[in-house]
């Protein structure tokens, strides 16, 4: 074919290529749909997109913006394609829209080479193609094909008018091309757009008539947690779900397909149950409206971020149909749900209300070797580490026993209750990485059983010698008292009511107590470094290494120092003074970082476990006091 261009006058006086050339440069930029499933159909849809856009061919300018337009959308399509394995749509828009600068990195650094060699095998040509169209494109003079590429635009033209007559929205128009590379992507971006304007409808959900068959369900949605990296459905490579093994007897690991392959467009489906393709105007119902209709409170913790331009369906629901929700900043560890969850838990349980619960992790969301703390890098498999790391949160979440306690409530109320009441709770408090509100409730629980005791002792013992029931003298009451009474200044109170004898063996008793915390807390820190080292779970706490309880290390040393009778009364004197001076303060700051509400949060599990401890200690206490002296 000769040339059919009339000699450019651009920079270099080269003449301009033949029709042809230029159809086939231009046909190239319009193949990345063909580049991701080669076959008859998109070679025809690749023809079909190159004819539609044609009539640029009449205008210089629009020709050379639209190529290098080309080159971006093909980039983007065949980019997203090589991500996900499918076609852009209006969830590659959600998705698109909701991500942000740094999530686009994590996911270009998640390519296989493989993925990036055939995207670069496809925009360096396409790159070269829009520079030499650039320089060498010509606006078509020739009558007769002016005429062909006229009649072209004037078909899209008048399929426009008619579309307007007939009341078809833009979005109508251009669903019936949506096969046509690139308007495909314009039309995915109409739908998009549509959607995002319904997805804020709130619907009204009538409340079920049946009552409530749970007091609390927790959904733990785990991003790109794949079944076949879980070692409980029989993946061989590493044990990911070590962890859960303990629980394996209480759990069914089922593994399932989601419905697609990338969040936008699963979290619907999850949500309510179809995807957003017939998105009604009123708002599509959620499970979380179900739930908030049966009477449930709704809580949500979500570490997605939301730094993009357009809010998804996903935290669009979450916001609005949670009566809370936490969106954590970008770069937290999913342990930073942990204490959410546990502020939520004792809520619920002091309230009485049905709790839902949904926590969306980031999971082995790219980039996975982002996803867990460092030290929790058992291999060097960085997808294998995030499962594990996972499966170790999700033991966590789930073994919340012991009245359904954490068990760092439960040490702490454990070691106030069997050693020296409040010193025994802050001297635990490092060792179980315990926190302030925790400290606040063990405390509480000592001073008021405590004090109970204190009271109930000497009424018993009076009694006992009313009516006679166990013969028992002032010393035996002295060691009872003090073997079981939870404070020292208890002890002194609850002995000094029956006498100076009995309180000085109750005195003698307490400190054979009080010398146990030591190795107590050693013992306790070499079982829980074990523990962690095992499961691999600390709360989200850096470690597995044993802590030295130095409080306890300096009592044992005082009290020999003192026992040696070296110290002087006075220096004895202001030094007893100075402890309950330090205490003091060491209570009033424990106090000061504390809100009533942290302490009402735990409800009252742990009330009734320090009744429970008491109620042991006066019932087994006074059963050993009683068989113990019989034995020798």
Known sequence: MQALLPTPTSQDDSPAPPLWRLALAWWFLCSPVLWM????????????????????????????????????????????????????????????????????????????????????????????????????????????????LALLGLVWVAWGVVSAFKGDSVEATLRKINRVYPVAMFESYARQQVASHQIFAVPRVAAPTAPARADLIVLVIGESASAQRWSLLGYGGHDTNAALRPLQADLQALPVLANGNNTALALPVLLSGQGLEHLPPQGLPTYLDWARAAGFRVATFSNQSTSGTAETFFHAAYRQRSDWYVNLPDGEYDGALTPLLQQALGEAR?????????????????????????????????????????????????????????????????????????????????????????????????????????????????????????DTSMQQYGVFVGSTVHEVAQVVAAGE????????????????????????????????????????????????????????????????????????????????????????????????????????????????????????????????????????
């Open 37 to 148: 499933w080669p076959s008859g159909r998109t070679l025809l849809d690749t023809v079909v997109s190159a004819a539609v856009l044609a009539p640029v061919f009449l205008w210089r300018r629009v020709g050379q913006a639209a190529a290098w337009l080309l080159v971006l959308i093909g980039a983007v399509y065949l980019g997203y394609f090589l991500a996900v394995r499918s076609a852009p749509d209006e969830y590659f828009w959600f998705t698109l829209l909701g991500s942000h600068a740094q999530e686009a990195v994590e996911y270009a650094s998640s390519w296989r080479w493989r993925d990036a060699l055939w995207l670069l095998a496809w925009l360096a040509p396409a790159t070269a193609v829009a520079w030499w169209l650039a320089r060498r494109m010509q606006p078509v003079r020739r009558p007769a094909w002016r005429r062909v």
């Open 350 to 470: 002091e309230s009485g209300q049905p709790l839902l619960v949904t926590l969306h992790t980031y999971g082995s969301h790219p980039r996975t070797g982002k996803r867990y703390p460092p030290e929790r890098a058992h291999w060097d498999d960085v997808y294998d580490n995030s499962i594990a790391y996972a499966s170790e949160l999700l033991a966590q979440w789930i073994g919340q026993k012991l009245l359904g306690m954490d068990k760092r409530t439960t040490m702490l109320v454990g070691a106030g209750a069997s050693i020296c009441g409040a010193a025994a709770v802050l001297a635990t408090e490092p060792v179980v990485k315990g926190r302030a509100e925790d400290v606040a409730v063990a405390v509480a629980t000592v001073v008021v059983f405590g004090t109970i005791g204190t009271f109930l002792y000497p009424a018993l013992f009076h009694w006992n010698a009313e009516y006679g029931w166990i």
């Open 497 to 632: 009511a029956i006498g100076s004898q009995a309180a000085d063996t109750a005195v003698i008793a307490k400190m054979v107590r009080v010398m146990m915390l030591a190795p107590f807390l050693l013992v306790l820190s070499m079982w829980l470094t074990r523990s962690e080292r095992a499961l691999g779970v600390n709360d989200g706490q850096p470690g597995n290494r044993i802590t030295i309880p130095w409080f306890a290390v300096g009592f044992v040393a005082m009290a020999g120092v003192n026992s040696l009778g070296v110290l002087p009364k006075e220096a004895v004197s202001v030094g007893i003074q100075l402890d309950n001076a330090l205490l003091a303060l060491a209570m009033a700051a424990l106090g000061l970082t504390t809100h009533i509400r942290a302490v009402r949060a735990a409800g009252t599990r742990p009330l009734i476990l320090a009744l429970a401890l008491f109620a042991w200690l006066l019932i087994a206490g006074l059963a050993l006091n009683l068989w113990i002296p019989t034995l020798f």
